[in-house]
């Protein structure tokens, strides 16, 4: 691990000061934790998937023109960052039920949302991360009504483009959360990047022919077998080169 002064040390993830005053090092760990950390484990190798998932698919954002904080990777567990400051807002879409919408609204998982949709909370643990609405988020000051017509705009971007991404690779983009920061130029201008990372930790994905799930609930729901999924993820998108690529065409049979 890094011998640089640590900014922040979050349950997936500790933040480092980086090499210049406007950036910072995101080190993943292979921390698991759910229910608001009552649940943990350590799982050998996931910070290093995360890390590789994640970098491929912050690349490919900024390619489709969605700022964001990624600058480039170190090594296999580093990552060099724009130091943002976070707005404390998880934004979650949607676009089949699963998870806490299952419970909160006794809907039936795996029901296809009509349109992707959208739901905010507030990153606050001690109040387990409360389900909040617009109003509260313009009211208390913690974004903007700018910023969050970018953010929501940035969040359909996001998954309009990961969800054919991952249709590409036989998976189902079930649901996703990510985080949005303020970066702030020489001129003092602030910026909105989208933060955090992208990996099957803040995803929901499942093979499109078995449903079988292929993310955190692996973990959350004690089903096992989580490190092959994020593996097979990565493979899926041709980010592990020592394995073979995924291919949606059924294997021959050898003679
Ligand atoms: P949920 O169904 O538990 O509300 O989660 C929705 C999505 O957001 C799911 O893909 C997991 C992700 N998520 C996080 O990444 N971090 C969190 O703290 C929570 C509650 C959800």
Redesign the pocket.
């Known amino acids: 691990m890094s011998k640089k002064k640590i900014l922040y040390d979050g349950k997936a993830k500790t933040i480092f000061e980086g090499p210049t005053s406007d950036t910072v090092i995101q080190y993943f760990k292979d921390d698991a934790t759910a229910n608001n950390a009552e649940k943990h484990s350590i799982i050998n190798g996931k910070g290093v998937l995360n890390n590789s998932i994640s970098d491929y698919l912050m690349k490919k954002i900024n390619e489709i023109g969605i700022p964001t904080h990624y600058i480039k990777k170190l090594n296999m567990r580093e990552q060099l960052v724009r130091k943002v400051e976070i707005i404390p807002v998880?934004f979650?879409v949607?676009n089949i039920a699963?998870?806490?919408?299952v419970k909160r609204l006794g809907l039936k998982e795996g029901s296809v949302f009509s349109r992707p949709l959208i739901?905010h909370?507030l990153k606050k643990d001690e109040l387990g991360?409360p389900l909040i609405n617009e109003d509260h988020i313009v009211n208390f000051k913690w974004g903007t009504r700018d910023e969050l017509d970018e953010m929501l705009e940035y969040g359909l971007r996001i998954n309009d483009f990961l969800r054919g991404l991952f249709f590409g690779i036989g998976l189902k983009l079930?649901?996703?959360?990510i985080e949005f920061g303020r970066y702030y130029s020489e001129e003092g201008n602030s910026i909105l990047l989208l933060a955090d990372e992208i990996s099957p930790?803040?995803?929901?994905l499942w093979d499109i022919n078995t449903n079988k799930k292929m993310?955190?609930d692996l973990f959350r729901q004690e089903l096992g077998g989580l490190k092959e999924a994020y593996q097979e993820v990565a493979n899926r998108l041709g980010i592990l080169p020592e394995k073979k690529k995924y291919s949606s065409t059924k294997p021959e049979l050898v003679k």
């Open positions: 998880e979650v949607r699963a998870g806490s919408i739901e909370y991360d079930v649901d996703f959360k930790d803040n995803c929901r993310d955190k």
